[in-house]
């Protein structure tokens, strides 16, 4: 499978990285906790980066948000995960909220792509979002499922819709590949009829008992480029709409790109035109499953940045 055209890589060297570990390890985050307004910036400062500690690492970080709205996906590895971890926890993280020393650098690096944003109504307002396998949740479409998860924009179709996501990995598992795909490299691929359809306001989740939500654009325009709003969930109002949706649909599950995240990488996804995924595998519930970290971005308003 293409990787995608926008992404781009770094690698923190060790020495760099065993002192991220450590100034991030000895920080009071505010990663956890809080009532905010839905995705209202925290009230709380977020952590800022060390001037100096792997200035690279810090400049891509920054790139990434200036350029949201067509930063594609940054990888960045090497973050040293905590030789102390914990096993993964079998619970919400909403009721264990007790930081592992990620939480610092995470939201540091957040906080030079854009505002930090949370949902007071998801993962309890917790800036941090920890994201791992629960057995209850096994077969449904959330990020703590087992099987295959749609590919789809994050928190799609919210007036408080994130700009950008990124994605720590703590504990790996092999089996569970990230998919990404960027959908300003299909855009011109379409015919007119498919851009014109996916641009009204006719795509909608069907709900129990037959209706659906208020039926939505999949497409709009967002800093004078396309913004997209997708879920593979998602069904049209009519015929001709169905045909567009489909067309999407099957060239994101034909293009998407494969991400297997290793301990300590970090993903950078742009929710602005980049969906995501992921496989389904089998998680084991012993502490040992694969555990990943979240943080929820805006982008500075345009005279800010
Ligand atoms: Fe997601």
Request: aromatic letters at 6%; charged letters at 25%.
């Amino acid at each position: 499978m293409p990787d995608t055209r926008r992404g781009a890589r770094l690698r923190l060297p060790p020495g760099q990285a065993a002192e991220v570990a450590r100034w991030s390890a000895a920080g009071a985050s505010g990663a956890y906790g809080g009532d905010r307004p839905a995705g209202e910036p925290a009230e709380a400062a977020v952590p800022e980066w060390p001037a100096g500690l792997v200035p690279e690492v810090a400049a891509a970080a920054a790139r990434f948000g200036r350029d949201l709205g067509a930063a594609g996906v940054l990888r960045v590895a090497g973050v040293a995960v905590p030789a102390g971890l914990p096993p993964t926890p079998g619970r919400p993280y909403v009721e264990v909220r007790r930081p592992v020393g990620t939480e610092r650098l995470l939201l540091a690096l957040a906080g030079l792509a854009g505002e930090v944003i949370s949902f007071a109504d998801w993962h309890g307002g917790d800036r941090v979002q920890n994201l791992y396998p629960l057995p209850d949740q096994a077969t449904g479409q959330s990020a703590s499922n087992a099987v295959h998860l749609e590919m789809h924009t994050e928190t799609a179709f919210r007036p408080n819709t994130p700009d950008g996501v990124i994605l720590l990995c703590l504990r790996p598992d092999q089996e569970a590949r990230t998919l990404v795909c960027d959908l300003l490299d299909l855009w011109p691929r379409f015919d007119e009829a498919t851009r014109r359809a996916l641009a009204e306001p006719a795509f909608a989740f069907r709900l129990p008992g037959g209706t659906t939500t208020e039926p939505k654009p999949v497409v709009t325009r967002w800093r004078d480029r396309p913004r997209f709003n997708y879920a593979d969930a998602l069904c049209a109002t009519g015929p001709g709409h169905d045909a567009a949706l489909r067309t999407l649909r099957e060239a994101i599950a034909a293009e998407a790109a494969t991400v297997t995240l290793r301990a300590g990488d970090l993903l950078f996804i742009d929710n602005v035109h980049v969906v995501h995924g992921r496989t389904g595998y089998r998680p084991r519930y012993d502490g040992t499953d694969r555990w990943l970290q979240r943080c929820l971005i805006r982008a500075a308003p345009v005279g800010a940045r």
